[in-house]
């Protein structure tokens, strides 16, 4: 039983310190601004001098230490509704009071305003009677701006020359939760969201915004501003249901929902809901083929590396050396590039890196190796599209490892779509490649194992798959050519059909002609066992047989 209500003892006692600590996270509240003096001292606020009198030297003893003891300012909230409250300005001040003081002088100034003063007097009578003690003075009735900064200043009346506090005080900012759900200036109204990704839409809500005015959304990619990306949507103060659907291209980190009041000046609040995609970044890589220059801009300010590498057949791209960059919001280039499959941009960020190969999935690569294989000795030829130098060794391999021991090595000048051989007949046998463009500042170094001599192969790639293109100046012209030929042949023996044919008709006629010797005027052979070529076209001998027939007929 002892042990129950102790149980409970504890969880009341930590209830109210709860409470306390989560009161505690508000502002005094008043319920009109005021002066106030000790008890015994009678004072009474009124305006300070327009103009106001010469200091005096003060009495004997008397400094600016042994009169202000303490001057403490703070900030209270004046409400006049839920949503309608303001700040005000608490100066308490603590002097030591002399006969010769007969009231405080308190002054506000804040950047662009004039100074505004009051005058805290004490009567004659409550201070002779106070004399030589300590007393209170406190006034609230400043009113001042979140985030706004105030000068103050305290002095004696009579102003006694060299007694004077003065010190700064800046009022709180709009990120307390108190000033954004009571005080105008910072009310931005609470955003929710739901993402639906299929159909890339933001459906938003809005809570606890200012009341009787609308209210105004966007979408924005954030910076040292929030650039909109399209045009606002207005939440009407009339409709009940505080909500609307935006429309978004890409989840981009930096793509925010910004939400304010439509009012002059109002604050306003972001949300952003994709903040954490930070792979959305590491896109649009660009590649100038004419200049060799590789660029990436981020869509995003981020504070991230950037380094050229070469990727393996294991997964792992090799940092390239002299080949990183740091980058924020500018553009990032690499100059002199040769744009090979294996050549990467790597892309880190704080703890977390991403690769992207920008020519993984294109079809242009500037150049290739391609191996003829004979009789037991390969052949190899450099082919290019573009004029260019390589450094081209044989290496060896070791068991288990993946460094290639280069043996030889050659340097070899390309012509732009001109082969060139390498002349290394008979090397080749189980040896590897090390190819290396020279003419560029960032290139990836290629290593490929040839074949074993006792293999039959064809003409092949080494370096890529696309050596297609070099085939086609040899099968190309032969099929133009095969083409032509048989386009000829036709037209030839159409043409002699209708020479044979129009012949064949004259010597008809000659048979029903009067002769007097047949054998001379109209003599066709008859005994014609091969065919006739006529202009190098061969002419079937079965149009011979029926004009010798047709011939045989009419002799007799």
């Not at 390239?320 to 960059?325: D, G, N, T």
């Amino acid at each position: 039983m002892i042990l129950w209500v102790a149980l409970l003892m504890s969880l009341c006692c930590l209830g109210l310190l709860n409470g306390a600590a989560a009161g505690s996270t508000g502002l005094g509240r008043i319920e009109q601004c005021d002066t106030r003096c000790s008890q015994g001292l009678q004072c009474k606020t009124k305006p300070d001098y327009l103009f106001p009198p010469p200091c005096q030297n003060p009495a004997e003893g008397l400094s600016t230490s042994s009169v202000f003891q303490n001057v403490n300012l703070s900030t209270v909230m004046r409400c006049e509704g839920r949503q309608k409250c303001s700040l005000h300005l608490r100066i308490k001040a603590k002097l030591h009071l002399n006969e010769s003081i007969h009231g405080v002088s308190i002054c506000t100034v804040t950047t662009g305003m004039m100074s505004t003063c009051r005058i805290l007097s004490f009567t004659r009578a409550s201070r002779q009677r106070m004399s030589g003690l300590q007393v209170e003075v406190e006034n609230d009735c400043t009113v001042v701006s979140p985030s706004q900064q105030v000068k103050v200043t305290v002095k004696t009346v009579p102003s006694y020359c060299g007694i004077t506090w003065t010190g700064t005080y800046e009022a709180p900012k709009c990120i307390s939760g108190d000033l954004q759900r009571h005080v105008p200036e910072c009310i931005t109204g609470r955003l929710s969201y739901d993402i639906n990704p299929q159909r890339k839409e933001l459906s938003v809500s809005v809570a606890d915004m200012l009341e009787d005015h609308n209210y105004h959304l966007r979408l924005c990619h954030k910076d040292f501003i929030c650039i909109g990306t399209g045009a606002n949507t207005v939440i009407k103060k009339e409709e009940l249901v505080k909500s609307t659907t935006l429309q978004y291209s890409r989840p981009l980190p930096c793509l925010c929902i910004e939400g304010w009041s439509a009012v002059t000046d109002a604050p306003r609040v972001q949300v952003c809901p994709f903040k954490d995609r930070l792979e959305e970044l590491w896109f649009g890589i660009t590649f100038d083929p004419l200049e060799g220059t590789l660029s990436w801009e981020p869509a995003c300010r981020v504070t991230a590396a950037v380094v050229l590498c070469q990727e393996g057949e294991d997964g792992v791209c090799v940092d390239l050396p002299h080949a990183s960059q740091n980058v924020s919001r500018e553009k990032i280039t690499f100059t002199k590039v040769d744009p090979h499959p294996q050549l990467c941009m790597k892309f880190t960020a704080g703890a977390q890196s991403w690769t992207r190969c920008p020519f993984a999935e294109t079809r242009f690569q500037a150049w290739e190796v391609v191996v003829t294989r004979g009789q037991g000795h390969q052949d190899v030829k450099m082919l290019s599209q573009i004029t260019a130098t390589f450094s081209v060794g044989l290496c060896e391999k070791s068991k288990g490892s993946a460094v290639c021991q280069t043996t030889e090595t050659h340097t070899i000048h390309v012509e732009k779509n001109k082969a060139v051989g390498l002349n290394m007949a008979g090397k080749l046998c189980d040896s590897c490649l090390q190819v290396k463009r020279l003419d560029v500042e960032f290139a990836a170094t290629v290593v490929h194992c040839l074949q074993q001599c006792n293999q039959s192969s064809q003409l092949r790639p080494v370096i890529s798959s696309q050596s297609s293109w070099s085939l086609t100046w040899v099968v190309v012209p032969a099929g133009v050519c095969l083409s032509g030929i048989i386009i000829v042949t036709v037209v030839l023996h159409v043409l002699l059909t209708v020479h044979q044919r129009r012949k064949q008709k004259r010597n008809g006629g000659c048979a029903f002609e009067k002769q007097t010797d047949p054998a001379f005027d109209c003599v066709v052979p008859v005994l014609q066992t091969k065919p006739v070529l006529h202009g190098g076209v061969l002419v079937p001998d079965s149009l011979q047989y029926v004009n010798a027939e047709r011939a045989n007929l009419i002799s007799d």
